[in-house]
Structures are given as C-alpha cells and as structure tokens.
C-alpha cells in the first residue's frame, strides 16, 4: 500500500492480513517521506501505523484510522478504485482524470 499526497509520499514496511469469517483486517506500518523542501518547515520524515476492517472480497468502499509518531491522527477513506499503478500524487491525479 503507497499514499501520495501533493506533499509527501509514503510506502508499506511491514503489514498483516487476516480474514475474520468474511471480514479481512489489514493492518499497516509505513514510512511517510515528506517533499525535501517541507521537513525543515512543515512535516518531518516519520513513521505511522494504520488499521483497515473490509467486508467482503471487493467492496466499493472502504475505511480505515491512522496514527503517527507526531501523535496525529485521522481517518482513510479507499473508493473509486482504478486499474493501473502509480509513482507519483501527479500520476494519480491523471489516472482519475481519466
């Protein structure tokens, strides 16, 4: 799993997945990378964990909670899922513009 945003990206350093009679948890821990131009200023490189509970084999929509080393704390929402991979917030970004 990979999130990019306009201002940093972050990538998958371990998880786990587990099916629970149709409900599956993935649980995550991951690195956020931070522009280079922002970790002096506004956002350090740090480490985060999130936790996502789906039901069934392809939901259109699902939610999950993070939390990170800063001590922030907030929500992810996964929907509109498109075929095809990305490197890049840019890349994203023109995938669903399409």
Known sequence: ?????EESRSKTVAFSFADDQGVFRLAVVYE?????????KKS?????????HVRGYRPAMFK???????KNVGTITVSERRRGEI????????????
Do not use: C
């Open 1 to 5: 799993m990979r999130v990019f945003t």
């Open 32 to 40: 956020n990378q931070p522009d280079i131009h922002l970790r002096e």
């Open 44 to 52: 350090a490189f740090h480490q985060g964990s999130a936790s996502f």
């Open 64 to 70: 999950g909670e993070y939390w990170t080393e800063r």
């Open 87 to 98: 490197d890049s917030y840019e890349q994203g970004v023109k995938l669903y513009d399409s």
